[in-house]
């Protein structure tokens, strides 16, 4: 060591040193990430992967963001951000690999097993039981999904409960859950998805909550061929949102605009912002300006078909890390040959793990080739005219790149074409069989204690002197339990807050356990679900309100894209128990009476879909719900709140077993099975069949999704030989689907005397008024006609 050096100058040298090492460390990774683009491409040329979108001129950014993603903080973008992954440890570059490959195993490819697109990470929130994991000291990267600014509505979430971390006194020592509320949520989207809705609802929300949520838009000017003019006004994203910027004395954003090929420029920018986000909780964006594409959009089309020569020329010469070498010279950090160095040692590292991931790709498939071609080989010997098989065998052997799915061809193939092939054939195909249906069909729901399934149901009990009061009531009552017992409770939605929810479930209980418990929301169903997502994917318990089933619409697409397949496409790795709490089916006209439970179960498989016939039963299914770590959805009745329900003891612990029908009336001459409202006219219409001398049985299913998973329907049915399925929905809405569960699935057209029938609504919507709803709705003398028409046939 020089003596003369001072120990300021040793210090100053020291953290050159240190500047330099980070500089060459993100220079290394964005090359790298590169490399990982470029040969990712050719995989997908050369038919060894199917789709490829990588994340080419995007890198430099990603280098320069990455340095301000702290443990503890959550990530939630899109398919642009490998090299953001890479350089936060949440993926490795093999990982990427296997993902493109679509490699099933886990411990390859832990980010979705390959069931997600390339490019779509995930860490772990939860374990296999169910409970969330410490997520405090760990990157925490949202599991991606591909539909277009998808992930805008639960970052907004993310970012909401560290603002609740941070002020809700029932949160303070949560240590594994938050440092107090300065987890910062990381957004990514390109410059056209911020055409979508999805977009300006987040942006408008996190401005008025003040959450720190720190979106960058990567612009490189185009969504595949689409350029900006026509997406986004003035053409400039940060030029739009300007009435949306925060001053002194307002809420708001704030936007900074920076260039993608600036390294330094971008750090200093994000390092200021990202802190702000943290501190204060000020939302935050980054536009990201002319940054380029220069591989094109995907494997699936070439940019040349819609990029002038110019652009393309002005993209080769702005590209990221061009520009970051250049200045990495120009300040002598370090000279040419060293960074030719680093190049050659990246392209390498990147070029053998391809070849690692793909060998571990390949490896266990050639072994069932081996196998299956010795089986089928041996079955060959066995047969006269053996050449049809020999031929499906040939090509077996000659694919270089089997999947899966061909060694079961020929299994299967071989047993069609040969009485069963061979016992061994049989028991291998067995067996692969039962391994493929893990890796490729599992976790649509949590697999292990925390199944909304697996919890014990507790039976009601009442006191012997129980009060009888009104529906509404009843659920007031157990809010007010639920919320002194569970501190990781938070009711929130339209009208939810100050008066209690338009039907008064939660009256009185925003002034008892605070505004930071039970809030008000805008009218923005599709972020409220976002802001539900989010928040439980941070280990809290939000009850999100959509004031009417009508309006779910608004917010089915993250319930639908991104709550009901979180555990499947991160093969149980993370877990959102969101529970949605809305009202509907009867009452009046065309937006307030509907009950579209055939599109509502048809698009949220992976969500529990409750129907309570009453409050009472929707309390129970609240707190089966809450005793698991799955999402539920409850519909509660819009004409039950003023109906009169008898008042439990044990509200709190009353449990529902999902998936387990109710019969309500006891008969033998025939089944009618329904949900619900409806439950209320067909006790009437069976009340007044019994008087016609027609014995009913009704069943009320109590969840569409689970359904009748002891077929209990089907008992009921071997007593009658006849069955009714009522509901208000569309014809062929969700009677069909509760039809086919207990036609075919439970083998019910065995049991049946005459043709079995479905009572729907019409086709169209209800009109307004009484007499809208007695034309368009099923009624109970339309239960007691075709009952007696059933009796008669
Ligand atoms: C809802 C939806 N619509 C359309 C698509 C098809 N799509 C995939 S990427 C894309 C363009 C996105 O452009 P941009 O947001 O600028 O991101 P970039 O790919 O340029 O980074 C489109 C239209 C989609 N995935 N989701
Ligand atoms: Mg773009």
Redo the contacts with the bound molecule.
């Keep these: 060591m020089d003596a003369a050096m001072s120990n300021e100058m040793l210090a100053e040298k020291l953290s050159f040193e240190a500047f330099r090492d980070q500089v060459l460390r993100d220079y290394r990774l964005a090359f790298q990430s590169r490399e990982a683009s470029l040969l990712g491409r050719k995989e997908v040329l050369t038919g060894k992967a199917k789709f490829g979108i990588f994340g080419d001129g995007k890198e430099v950014p990603q280098v320069a963001m990455a340095k301000f993603f702290k443990p503890g903080d959550f990530y939630s973008g899109?398919y642009?951000d490998q090299t953001f992954a890479f350089a936060t440890g949440a993926a490795s570059v093999p990982e990427f690999f296997a993902q493109l490959y679509a490699n099933p195993d886990r411990a390859r490819e832990p980010h979705s097993g390959g069931r997600q697109m390339n490019s779509h990470f995930a860490t772990p929130f939860s374990d296999e039981k169910g409970n969330v994991l410490d997520l405090v000291n760990r990157k925490n990267i949202c599991a991606g999904m591909?539909?277009?600014?998808?992930q805008m509505p639960r970052s907004l979430g993310l970012a909401f409960a560290s603002k609740l971390f941070r002020k809700a006194e029932s949160l303070k020592n949560l240590d594994t859950l938050s440092h107090q509320g300065d987890e910062v949520c990381f957004c990514t989207?390109?410059?056209?998805?911020t055409s979508?809705g999805h977009f300006w609802e987040t942006i408008n929300a996190a401005s008025v909550l003040q959450v720190p949520l720190a979106i960058f838009v990567?612009d490189?000017g185009?969504?595949?061929s689409v350029p900006r003019k026509y997406q986004t006004a003035k053409g400039s994203i940060s030029e739009a949102l300007r009435g949306f910027q925060k001053k002194e004395d307002t809420n708001g954003l704030l936007i900074y605009k920076v260039k993608a090929w600036d390294y330094a420029g971008m750090c200093e920018a994000f390092e200021e912002g990202i802190q702000k986000a943290r501190d204060k909780h000020i939302p935050v964006l980054f536009h990201v300006e002319e940054v380029t594409?220069p591989q094109g959009?995907s494997t699936s089309g070439s940019h040349e078909r819609y990029k002038t020569p110019e652009r393309l020329d002005w993209e080769r010469k702005w590209d990221c890390i061009g520009k970051m070498r250049a200045w990495i010279i120009d300040n002598m950090l370090a000279e040419d040959e060293e960074l030719i160095d680093i190049e050659h040692e990246a392209k390498q590292y990147v070029r053998n793990c391809r070849v690692e991931a793909w060998d571990n790709f390949l490896n266990p498939i050639r072994e069932q080739v081996l196998q299956a071609v010795n089986l089928v080989n041996a079955l060959a010997e066995t047969l006269e005219e053996p050449d049809s098989l020999l031929q499906l065998l040939a090509e077996l052997k000659n694919n270089r790149e089997p999947l899966r799915r061909d060694v079961m061809k020929v299994l299967r193939r071989s047993m069609i074409m040969h009485k069963n092939g061979s016992e061994a054939i049989r028991k291998y195909y067995e067996q692969l069989r039962d391994e493929n249906e893990k890796l490729f069909n599992t976790h649509l729901h949590h697999e292990g204690p925390g199944a909304a399934v697996a919890v014990e149901p507790t039976d009601l009990s009442y006191a012997p002197d129980a009060p009888t009061v009104n529906g509404y009531e009843i659920l007031n009552k157990y809010f007010d339990q639920l919320f002194a017992s569970n501190p990781l409770v938070f009711a929130f939605g339209e009208d939810v807050g100050k008066i209690g929810d338009v039907n008064q479930g939660f009256a009185g209980l925003q002034e008892k356990y605070g505004e930071n418990r039970i809030f008000d929301t805008g009218i923005r169903e599709l972020t409220i679900i976002g802001q539900g997502i989010g928040m439980a994917l941070r280990g809290l318990r939000p009850i999100a309100e959509i004031q009417y089933l009508d309006y779910l619409l608004y917010g089915l697409q993250p319930l639908s894209d991104d709550l009901a397949s979180l555990q499947f496409r991160t093969v149980g790795n993370q877990a959102a128990p969101l529970i949605v709490r809305t009202r509907g089916h009867r009452l009046e006209g065309i937006w307030h009476s509907g009950s579209p439970m055939g599109m509502i179960i048809n698009s949220l498989r992976g969500i529990h879909v409750c129907v309570p016939r009453n409050m009472v039963q929707a309390a129970g299914m609240y707190n089966t719900l809450l005793a698991s770590c799955e999402p539920g959805l409850v519909i509660e009745s819009l004409n039950g709140y003023r109906l009169k329900e008898k008042l439990p003891s044990n509200l709190l612990d009353f449990k529902v077993a999902l998936g387990v029908p109710d019969i309500i009336r006891e008969g033998n001459e025939i089944t009618l099975v329904s949900y619900g409202s409806t439950l209320r006219i067909v006790m009437e219409a069976a009340e007044l069949l019994e008087g016609l001398g027609v014995s009913c049985e009704v069943i009320d299913v109590q969840t569409l999704l689970p359904f009748d998973t002891g077929h209990l329907i089907l008992e009921s049915l071997k007593k009658t030989s006849r069955i009714l399925f009522v509901d208000e929905d569309v014809p062929a809405g969700a009677s069909a689907y509760m039809f086919n569960k207990v036609m075919e699935e439970q083998g019910g057209y065995r049991w049946l005397d005459v043709s079995p029938r479905t009572l729907t609504a019409k086709a169209h919507r209800p009109g307004y008024g009484s007499d809208g709803d007695y034309f368009s709705k099923p009624g109970t003398e339309d239960v007691i006609e075709l009952v007696r028409e059933m009796m008669a046939e």
């Design positions: 899109y642009r591909a539909p277009t600014a998808g989207i390109g410059d056209a998805s979508e990567w490189d185009y969504g595949i594409q959009h």
